[in-house]
């Protein structure tokens, strides 16, 4: 003997299935944003190293020329160190910031640091950077620029 479902007994089962099919649709997409943000973090850290190298190459070892003060002057409108793209300031979510240290005019530049803030901060753990000359990588959590202070990446 079959029993019949009632209405009400349909309508909460049906209930507790869309709220289980809504609830496996948000846990996987917080892994893609979390895989999205671990993605866009692995390219910011790897367009450091790609700017730190370009920097390098510039100087070239002689202390008289000193590091290049702007992104657009290491890219293709300038010595064509790093792609037109790195060169913007702007690539995977990040924002880049080359900055030169302050020095006197027509003096090579000797120091220089890089900050790399996502655009659109997506997560309380997403990550912010900082390297400079040394090459070390450095990285916040917190909402603001990293610094030389800040713990390096491992």
């Known amino acids: 003997m079959t029993q019949r479902l009632r209405p009400e007994m349909f309508l909460r089962i049906a209930v507790c299935v869309v709220a289980l099919v809504i609830t496996a649709s948000a846990l996987g997409s917080d892994q893609t944003i979390k ?6 973090e692995e390219s910011c850290v790897s367009t450091l190293r790609t700017i730190n190298v370009a920097e390098g190459t510039y100087w070239g070892g002689v202390d008289s020329r000193g590091y290049i003060g702007s992104l657009q002057k290491l890219g293709p ?17 990040y924002l880049f910031l080359l900055k030169p240290e302050h020095r006197i005019k ?16 997506q997560s309380n753990e997403q990550r912010s950077f900082f390297t400079d000359e040394t090459g070390v990588i450095r990285f916040t959590t917190k909402n603001r620029e990293a610094t030389v202070k800040d713990p390096a990446i491992k």
């Open 35 to 40: 895989d999205r943000l671990t993605s866009e």
């Open 77 to 93: 409108s300038g010595e064509n160190l790093i792609d037109a793209v790195t060169a913007s300031g702007k690539k995977d979510g």
């Open 106 to 121: 027509h003096m090579p530049i000797k120091h220089y640091t890089v900050t790399a803030r996502p655009i659109s901060r």
